[in-house]
Protein backbone atom coordinates (compact mmCIF):
# COMPACT_ATOMS: atom_id res chain seq x y z
CA UNK A 1 0.00 0.00 0.00
CA UNK A 2 0.83 3.69 -0.50
CA UNK A 3 2.37 5.69 2.47
CA UNK A 4 4.21 7.71 3.77
CA UNK A 5 6.97 5.21 4.48
CA UNK A 6 7.25 3.93 1.20
CA UNK A 7 7.64 7.85 0.14
CA UNK A 8 10.54 8.07 1.96
CA UNK A 9 12.32 5.39 0.98
CA UNK A 10 11.34 5.85 -2.30
CA UNK A 11 13.48 9.43 -1.56
CA UNK A 12 16.18 7.94 -0.51
CA UNK A 13 16.42 5.30 -3.56
CA UNK A 14 16.16 7.71 -5.70
CA UNK A 15 17.91 11.17 -3.99
CA UNK A 16 20.96 10.01 -5.89
CA UNK A 17 19.61 9.60 -9.75
CA UNK A 18 17.43 12.73 -10.09
CA UNK A 19 16.92 16.44 -8.97
CA UNK A 20 15.51 18.43 -5.76
CA UNK A 21 13.91 20.89 -8.34
CA UNK A 22 13.46 24.10 -7.06
CA UNK A 23 10.26 25.52 -5.61
CA UNK A 24 9.41 29.19 -7.53
CA UNK A 25 6.91 32.20 -7.17
CA UNK A 26 5.98 34.49 -9.37
CA UNK A 27 4.44 38.29 -8.32
CA UNK A 28 3.03 38.65 -12.05
CA UNK A 29 1.47 34.86 -11.61
CA UNK A 30 -0.02 35.71 -8.14
CA UNK A 31 -1.50 38.99 -9.81
CA UNK A 32 -3.28 37.51 -12.30
CA UNK A 33 -4.68 34.62 -10.10
CA UNK A 34 -5.53 36.56 -6.98
CA UNK A 35 -3.35 33.48 -4.73
CA UNK A 36 0.00 33.55 -3.30
CA UNK A 37 1.09 30.29 -5.42
CA UNK A 38 4.11 28.20 -5.06
CA UNK A 39 5.48 25.96 -8.13
CA UNK A 40 7.11 22.82 -7.95
CA UNK A 41 9.22 22.68 -11.38
CA UNK A 42 9.48 19.32 -12.26
CA UNK A 43 9.61 20.72 -15.76
CA UNK A 44 13.13 20.99 -14.49
CA UNK A 45 13.58 17.47 -13.55
CA UNK A 46 16.18 15.17 -15.19
CA UNK A 47 14.47 13.62 -18.73
CA UNK A 48 12.22 17.12 -18.34
CA UNK A 49 9.27 15.69 -15.94
CA UNK A 50 8.39 14.09 -12.92
CA UNK A 51 8.27 10.63 -14.72
CA UNK A 52 12.00 10.20 -13.36
CA UNK A 53 10.92 9.86 -10.04
CA UNK A 54 8.69 6.71 -10.55
CA UNK A 55 10.72 5.13 -13.31
CA UNK A 56 13.81 5.23 -11.30
CA UNK A 57 12.31 4.19 -8.04
CA UNK A 58 10.64 0.68 -9.95
CA UNK A 59 13.58 0.15 -12.10
CA UNK A 60 16.32 0.54 -8.78
CA UNK A 61 13.86 -1.76 -6.75
CA UNK A 62 14.21 -4.64 -9.37
CA UNK A 63 15.78 -7.80 -8.69
CA UNK A 64 19.03 -9.05 -10.27
CA UNK A 65 17.31 -10.93 -12.48
CA UNK A 66 14.57 -8.82 -13.50
CA UNK A 67 17.30 -6.54 -14.06
CA UNK A 68 18.93 -9.03 -16.69
CA UNK A 69 15.36 -9.88 -18.12
CA UNK A 70 15.13 -6.38 -18.88
CA UNK A 71 12.01 -3.74 -18.45
CA UNK A 72 8.88 -2.57 -20.84
CA UNK A 73 7.01 0.76 -20.48
CA UNK A 74 3.99 1.78 -22.15
CA UNK A 75 3.61 5.41 -22.83
CA UNK A 76 3.33 8.36 -24.89
CA UNK A 77 6.23 10.04 -24.09
CA UNK A 78 7.36 11.47 -20.42
CA UNK A 79 7.23 7.98 -18.65
CA UNK A 80 9.12 6.54 -21.78
CA UNK A 81 11.87 9.18 -21.38
CA UNK A 82 11.59 8.27 -17.78
CA UNK A 83 12.08 4.50 -18.15
CA UNK A 84 14.54 4.71 -20.97
CA UNK A 85 17.10 6.43 -19.13
CA UNK A 86 17.15 5.00 -15.39
CA UNK A 87 17.17 1.52 -17.50
CA UNK A 88 20.29 3.01 -19.26
CA UNK A 89 21.68 4.40 -16.18
CA UNK A 90 20.98 1.00 -14.23
CA UNK A 91 22.50 -1.15 -16.98
CA UNK A 92 19.05 -2.59 -17.50
CA UNK A 93 17.40 -3.09 -21.35
CA UNK A 94 14.68 -1.73 -22.21
CA UNK A 95 11.56 -1.60 -24.55
CA UNK A 96 9.32 1.09 -25.01
CA UNK A 97 5.82 0.65 -27.09
CA UNK A 98 4.57 4.23 -27.83
CA UNK A 99 1.65 5.34 -29.92
CA UNK A 100 2.30 6.64 -33.52
CA UNK A 101 1.13 10.15 -33.04
CA UNK A 102 3.06 10.77 -30.06
CA UNK A 103 4.98 13.79 -30.12
CA UNK A 104 8.41 13.71 -32.12
CA UNK A 105 10.68 15.32 -29.41
CA UNK A 106 9.42 12.63 -27.32
CA UNK A 107 10.04 9.72 -29.50
CA UNK A 108 13.06 11.08 -30.36
CA UNK A 109 14.39 11.35 -26.51
CA UNK A 110 13.59 8.10 -25.62
CA UNK A 111 15.22 6.43 -28.79
CA UNK A 112 18.19 8.82 -27.87
CA UNK A 113 18.34 7.36 -24.32
CA UNK A 114 19.11 4.11 -25.61
CA UNK A 115 15.15 2.07 -25.70
CA UNK A 116 14.30 -0.52 -28.13
CA UNK A 117 10.81 1.66 -29.56
CA UNK A 118 7.79 -0.27 -30.46
CA UNK A 119 5.00 1.82 -31.82
CA UNK A 120 0.95 0.94 -31.54
CA UNK A 121 -2.02 2.91 -32.89
CA UNK A 122 -4.12 4.76 -29.87
CA UNK A 123 -7.12 4.76 -31.97
CA UNK A 124 -7.01 0.67 -33.10
CA UNK A 125 -4.70 -1.20 -30.54
CA UNK A 126 -5.67 -1.45 -26.56
CA UNK A 127 -2.25 -0.30 -25.41
CA UNK A 128 -2.29 -2.27 -22.29
CA UNK A 129 -2.54 -5.64 -24.35
CA UNK A 130 -0.02 -4.27 -26.68
CA UNK A 131 2.71 -4.16 -23.74
CA UNK A 132 1.63 -7.39 -22.18
CA UNK A 133 2.19 -8.84 -25.57
CA UNK A 134 5.67 -7.97 -26.09
CA UNK A 135 6.25 -8.88 -22.21
CA UNK A 136 5.48 -12.13 -22.14
CA UNK A 137 7.00 -13.12 -25.52
CA UNK A 138 10.25 -11.21 -24.75
CA UNK A 139 10.12 -12.03 -20.63
CA UNK A 140 10.52 -8.25 -19.89
CA UNK A 141 9.27 -6.59 -16.36
CA UNK A 142 6.39 -4.05 -16.78
CA UNK A 143 7.03 -0.65 -15.89
CA UNK A 144 3.96 0.97 -15.74
CA UNK A 145 3.06 4.36 -15.91
CA UNK A 146 1.11 5.03 -13.08
CA UNK A 147 -0.36 1.56 -11.42
CA UNK A 148 1.78 0.37 -9.47
CA UNK A 149 2.77 1.51 -5.97
CA UNK A 150 6.35 1.67 -6.26
CA UNK A 151 5.76 4.55 -9.11
CA UNK A 152 3.28 6.55 -7.06
CA UNK A 153 6.05 6.39 -3.78
CA UNK A 154 8.35 7.51 -6.39
CA UNK A 155 5.93 10.56 -8.00
CA UNK A 156 5.37 11.16 -4.11
CA UNK A 157 8.67 12.69 -3.27
CA UNK A 158 7.78 15.22 -5.54
CA UNK A 159 5.30 16.50 -2.55
CA UNK A 160 7.67 15.09 0.19
CA UNK A 161 10.03 17.72 -1.11
CA UNK A 162 7.45 20.32 -1.59
CA UNK A 163 6.00 19.88 1.87
CA UNK A 164 8.98 20.08 3.19
CA UNK A 165 9.62 23.58 1.43
CA UNK A 166 7.00 25.23 2.05
CA UNK A 167 4.63 23.41 4.70
CA UNK A 168 1.73 25.46 5.56
CA UNK A 169 -0.17 25.25 1.80
CA UNK A 170 -3.94 25.71 1.66
CA UNK A 171 -4.20 23.45 -0.97
CA UNK A 172 -1.65 21.48 -3.79
CA UNK A 173 -2.95 20.62 -7.13
CA UNK A 174 -1.39 18.01 -10.27
CA UNK A 175 -2.07 17.35 -13.06
CA UNK A 176 -4.10 13.66 -13.50
CA UNK A 177 -4.03 11.08 -16.13
CA UNK A 178 -4.04 7.86 -14.93
CA UNK A 179 -3.47 9.39 -11.35
CA UNK A 180 -0.22 8.31 -10.68
CA UNK A 181 1.16 11.60 -9.64
CA UNK A 182 -1.87 12.82 -7.62
CA UNK A 183 -1.87 9.51 -5.46
CA UNK A 184 1.66 10.17 -4.45
CA UNK A 185 1.94 14.15 -3.67
CA UNK A 186 -1.33 13.90 -2.41
CA UNK A 187 -0.52 10.96 0.08
CA UNK A 188 2.71 12.52 0.92
CA UNK A 189 0.88 16.23 1.50
CA UNK A 190 -1.55 14.45 3.60
CA UNK A 191 0.81 13.22 5.88
CA UNK A 192 2.77 15.70 6.43
CA UNK A 193 -0.41 18.41 6.67
CA UNK A 194 -3.51 17.11 7.66
CA UNK A 195 -5.41 20.38 7.26
CA UNK A 196 -4.40 20.47 3.10
CA UNK A 197 -6.73 20.25 0.59
CA UNK A 198 -5.76 18.23 -2.67
CA UNK A 199 -7.14 19.06 -6.52
CA UNK A 200 -6.39 16.44 -9.35
CA UNK A 201 -6.76 18.68 -12.90
CA UNK A 202 -7.77 17.22 -16.02
CA UNK A 203 -8.14 18.52 -19.36
CA UNK A 204 -12.32 18.66 -20.07
CA UNK A 205 -12.16 16.23 -23.12
CA UNK A 206 -9.85 14.11 -21.04
CA UNK A 207 -12.07 13.93 -17.88
CA UNK A 208 -12.04 10.37 -17.07
CA UNK A 209 -11.40 10.49 -13.56
CA UNK A 210 -13.86 13.57 -12.95
CA UNK A 211 -16.60 11.16 -14.00
CA UNK A 212 -15.43 8.15 -12.21
CA UNK A 213 -15.73 10.22 -8.83
CA UNK A 214 -19.00 11.32 -9.57
CA UNK A 215 -19.87 7.64 -10.54
CA UNK A 216 -18.19 5.78 -7.66
CA UNK A 217 -16.46 3.78 -10.04
CA UNK A 218 -13.94 3.64 -12.82
CA UNK A 219 -15.38 5.16 -15.98
CA UNK A 220 -13.71 4.81 -19.32
CA UNK A 221 -13.83 7.82 -21.97
CA UNK A 222 -12.58 7.69 -25.78
CA UNK A 223 -9.50 8.77 -26.40
CA UNK A 224 -9.12 12.65 -26.52
CA UNK A 225 -7.91 15.22 -28.65
CA UNK A 226 -6.56 17.51 -25.85
CA UNK A 227 -3.56 19.25 -26.35
CA UNK A 228 -2.07 17.82 -23.31
CA UNK A 229 -0.66 14.79 -24.92
CA UNK A 230 0.20 13.28 -21.19
CA UNK A 231 -3.26 13.12 -20.10
CA UNK A 232 -4.98 11.07 -22.76
CA UNK A 233 -5.43 7.70 -20.52
CA UNK A 234 -8.71 6.77 -21.35
CA UNK A 235 -9.47 5.68 -17.14
CA UNK A 236 -8.17 6.00 -14.39
CA UNK A 237 -5.91 3.46 -12.73
CA UNK A 238 -7.49 0.19 -10.59
CA UNK A 239 -5.26 0.89 -7.74
CA UNK A 240 -4.80 4.61 -7.77
CA UNK A 241 -8.57 5.37 -7.82
CA UNK A 242 -9.17 4.56 -4.23
CA UNK A 243 -6.39 6.42 -3.29
CA UNK A 244 -7.71 9.59 -5.24
CA UNK A 245 -11.33 8.67 -4.15
CA UNK A 246 -9.92 9.11 -0.51
CA UNK A 247 -7.48 11.99 -0.93
CA UNK A 248 -9.19 14.27 -3.46
CA UNK A 249 -11.76 17.30 -2.59
CA UNK A 250 -12.02 17.51 -5.91
CA UNK A 251 -11.21 17.08 -9.56
CA UNK A 252 -10.77 20.44 -11.60
CA UNK A 253 -11.07 20.56 -15.31
CA UNK A 254 -9.19 23.15 -18.06
CA UNK A 255 -9.75 23.59 -21.79
CA UNK A 256 -7.04 23.04 -24.43
CA UNK A 257 -7.53 27.37 -24.66
CA UNK A 258 -7.34 27.53 -20.94
CA UNK A 259 -3.78 25.46 -20.94
CA UNK A 260 -2.63 27.36 -24.39
CA UNK A 261 -3.37 30.53 -22.13
CA UNK A 262 -0.99 29.15 -19.73
CA UNK A 263 1.59 27.96 -21.25
CA UNK A 264 2.13 31.60 -23.21
CA UNK A 265 1.81 33.46 -19.68
CA UNK A 266 4.05 30.78 -18.32
CA UNK A 267 6.96 31.43 -21.19
CA UNK A 268 6.49 35.33 -21.44
CA UNK A 269 5.91 35.95 -17.77
CA UNK A 270 8.10 33.62 -16.12
CA UNK A 271 10.38 32.73 -18.85
CA UNK A 272 9.11 28.96 -17.78
CA UNK A 273 8.72 26.41 -20.60
CA UNK A 274 6.18 23.96 -19.93
CA UNK A 275 4.27 21.32 -22.18
CA UNK A 276 0.48 20.83 -22.28
CA UNK A 277 0.34 18.10 -19.70
CA UNK A 278 2.68 20.21 -16.96
CA UNK A 279 0.43 23.36 -17.50
CA UNK A 280 -3.01 22.24 -16.43
CA UNK A 281 -2.71 22.68 -12.69
CA UNK A 282 -1.55 26.41 -13.09
CA UNK A 283 -4.27 26.72 -15.87
CA UNK A 284 -6.91 25.82 -12.97
CA UNK A 285 -5.47 28.36 -10.77
CA UNK A 286 -4.59 31.11 -13.36
CA UNK A 287 -8.27 29.94 -14.42
CA UNK A 288 -10.04 30.61 -10.97
CA UNK A 289 -11.18 27.09 -10.91
CA UNK A 290 -10.21 27.34 -7.05
CA UNK A 291 -12.50 28.36 -3.99
CA UNK A 292 -11.90 31.36 -2.87
CA UNK A 293 -11.25 30.93 0.93
CA UNK A 294 -7.78 29.20 -0.63
CA UNK A 295 -4.86 31.44 -0.84
CA UNK A 296 -1.97 29.86 -0.15
CA UNK A 297 -1.41 27.72 -3.00
CA UNK A 298 1.12 24.84 -3.87
CA UNK A 299 1.15 23.50 -8.30
CA UNK A 300 2.88 20.96 -9.51
CA UNK A 301 3.90 22.25 -13.03
CA UNK A 302 4.82 18.58 -13.65
CA UNK A 303 7.00 18.15 -17.41
CA UNK A 304 8.68 20.71 -19.93
CA UNK A 305 8.70 18.51 -23.09
CA UNK A 306 6.76 20.27 -25.42
CA UNK A 307 6.81 19.56 -29.08
CA UNK A 308 8.65 22.32 -31.05
CA UNK A 309 5.70 22.02 -33.74
CA UNK A 310 2.78 22.45 -30.74
CA UNK A 311 5.14 25.09 -29.41
CA UNK A 312 5.33 27.19 -32.44
CA UNK A 313 1.63 26.92 -33.16
CA UNK A 314 0.55 28.34 -29.39
CA UNK A 315 2.71 31.49 -29.97
CA UNK A 316 1.35 32.00 -33.59
CA UNK A 317 -1.90 31.60 -32.06
CA UNK A 318 -0.89 33.94 -29.30
CA UNK A 319 0.34 36.36 -32.29
CA UNK A 320 -3.06 36.31 -33.69
CA UNK A 321 -4.99 37.26 -30.32
CA UNK A 322 -2.59 39.98 -30.07
Known sequence: MLNLQLIKEAAARIAPHIHRTPVMTSHKFN??????????CENLQRAGAFKARGATNKIRSLSDDEKRRGVIAVSSGNHAQ???????????????????????????????????IRFFDRQRDDRDAFGREIAEREGLVMVPAYDDYLIMAGQGTCGLEFLQEVPD?????????????????STAARALNSEIQ?????????????????????????????????????????????????????VLTVSDI????????????????VEPSGATAAAAVLCKKLPADLKRVGVVLSGGNVDPDVLADLLQQGENEQ
Do not use: H, W
Open 31 to 40: EASGKQVYFK
Open 82 to 116: AVALAAREANVRAVVAIPADAPKMKVEATRAYGAD
Open 169 to 185: LDCVLTPCSGGGLFAGV
Open 198 to 250: CFAVEPETANDTQLSLAKGDRVTIPPSPTIADGLRVQSPGALTFPITQQNARA
Open 258 to 273: EIAETMRFMLFRLKML
